[in-house]
């Protein structure tokens, strides 16, 4: 079956990095876009980045683009996301997702990790 | 950007009873919108896709349907397992996907 397992959340100071993977098993990595969706305490859904199934294409919501990177390696089957500059507004829940293609909705979610920002 | 608006934010509804939530686009999404329901501590798990076609292992009770702007999804006779946030998303723009608000779905 279909796992996704996120990984690598925890406390940061603003200005700092933080890099998030996700461990896909259960289906073909590589044929499958993948997106990380986040949300803050209390809040709704946002998403945050998509990377298509080869790694040719990426997009990001405007508040984290030039910040953070979406990207993935298909021989170990993860998804990863490279988190700069972390402001306190980036705390949040964050989680991967797949999706069969562009017109596609979110067939999967991981159970998420959490970012905290604080100084 | 399109932005997604649910209403509304929080319904009150008795179990067996019907529940309808509503999801409107500031511009067409053709039929390329989904909804999912979040239950507490738990990720979001997709109910309906296309507008109206369910996910696998959706019961019969969740409905869907609109297109366009306008879009619902009905949960015809409430059980206690459906109380939960429900999220509404456009997948039509793929650089910039977006959900709804969310509607919380409460026991009266």
């Known amino acids: 079956q279909v796992q996704l397992v996120e990984s690598g959340g925890g406390v940061v100071q603003p200005g700092r990095s933080l890099r998030l993977s996700c461990a896909a098993s259960?289906?073909?990595?590589?044929?499958?876009?993948m997106h990380w969706v986040r949300q803050a305490p209390g809040k709704g859904l946002e998403w945050v980045a998509v990377?298509?199934?080869?790694?040719?294409?990426?997009h990001y919501v405007d508040s984290v683009k030039g910040r953070f990177t979406i990207s993935r390696d298909t021989p170990k089957n993860t998804l990863f996301l490279q988190m700069n500059s972390l402001r306190a507004e980036d705390t949040a829940v964050y989680y991967c997702?797949?999706?069969?293609?562009?017109?596609?909705?979110?067939?999967?979610w991981g159970q998420g990790t959490l970012v905290t920002v604080s100084s | 950007e399109i932005v997604m608006t649910q209403s509304p934010a929080t319904l009150s509804v008795s179990p067996g009873e019907r529940a309808t939530l509503s999801c409107r686009a500031s511009q067409s999404v053709t039929s390329n919108l989904a909804w999912y329901h979040q239950k507490p501590g738990q990720a979001p798990r997709l109910l309906i896709y296309?507008?109206?076609t369910r996910a696998t292992g959706v019961p019969a009770r969740f409905s869907g349907s609109g297109s366009g702007t306008e879009f619902t999804l009905t949960i015809s006779s409430l059980q206690s397992e459906d109380f939960a946030v429900y999220y509404c998303q456009q997948y039509n723009n793929w650089s910039s996907y977006s959900f709804g608000q969310g509607t919380k779905l409460e026991i009266k």
């Open positions: 997702a797949i999706s069969s293609g562009w017109y596609s909705p979110f067939n999967y």
């Open positions: 259960g289906f073909t990595f590589s044929s499958y876009a």
């Open positions: 296309g507008a109206s």
């Open positions: 990377i298509s199934y080869d790694g040719t294409i990426k």
